[in-house]
T-cell receptor, first 113, second 116 residues
């Protein structure tokens, strides 16, 4: 089983749609979770951290289910500018404050007018 | 915010040559920097962890004699791909971890290497 697994997509949605991405991770000792966004041929950029209580940032909502080792990202009222690849990321240094990040392959989102 | 630069942004070289990539943290000090590689349609894969003033820690399967890492100061780490071959063609990205943040890493813009 891969350490971080995501549905690769692509997800093709119209503007204004709500879209959800899922991710599973294999190591139950993982402690830090993130969603990054990567545009074509660019570096990843942090979208949001994911907390057990769930967290929201504008149109974006992230959820973490530790029991199921499952992370989700919900995008509401999608915009053309949301088109990108969304990377599920888990910190690989279990228990440490620093460490390598383990990236999923990403889910590609394409928002159409 | 924390800014990380990389130079060059792209490079094309002949097989057998060596290429040096620089990673700089512009407005913070980074005791630890990370080097990743991303092949087309693949996830970022950690190559090595670079610690200022000490030897880098390489991930399994990454040849330390081929990918030389130097982290001589708190704001600069370099990756040298020695005797590059076409299979080394990839997108190389560095990241840095400011001491004041918890877990967050800031990525450089990446260097696209093409070996002919």
């Amino acid at each position: 089983r891969k350490e971080v697994e995501q549905d690769p997509g692509p997800f093709n949605v119209p503007e204004g749609a709500t879209v959800a991405f899922n991710c599973t991770y294999s190591n139950s000792a993982s402690q830090s979770f993130f969603w990054y966004r990567q545009d074509c041929r660019k570096e990843p950029k942090l979208l949001m951290s994911v907390y057990s209580s769930g967290n929201e940032d504008g149109r974006f909502t992230a959820q973490l289910n530790r029991a199921s080792q499952y992370i989700s990202l919900l995008i509401r009222d999608s915009k053309l500018s949301d088109s990108a690849t969304y990377l599920c990321v888990v910190n690989g240094n279990y228990g440490g404050s620093q460490g390598n990040l383990i990236f999923g392959k990403g889910t590609k989102l394409s928002v159409k007018p | 915010g924390a800014v990380v630069s990389q130079h060059p942004s792209w490079v094309i070289c002949k097989s057998g040559t060596s290429v040096k990539i620089e990673c700089r943290s512009l407005d913070f000090q980074a005791t630890t920097m990370f080097w990743y590689r991303q092949f087309p349609k693949q996830s970022l894969m950690l190559m090595a962890t670079s610690n200022e003033g000490s030897k880098a820690t390489y991930e399994q399967g990454v040849e330390k004699d081929k990918f030389l890492i130097n982290h001589a100061s708190l704001t600069l780490s370099t990756l040298t791909v020695t005797s590059a071959h076409p299979e080394d063609s990839s997108f190389y990205i560095c990241s840095a971890h400011p001491a004041r943040t918890y877990n967050e890493q800031f990525f450089g813009p990446g260097t696209r290497l093409t070996v002919l």
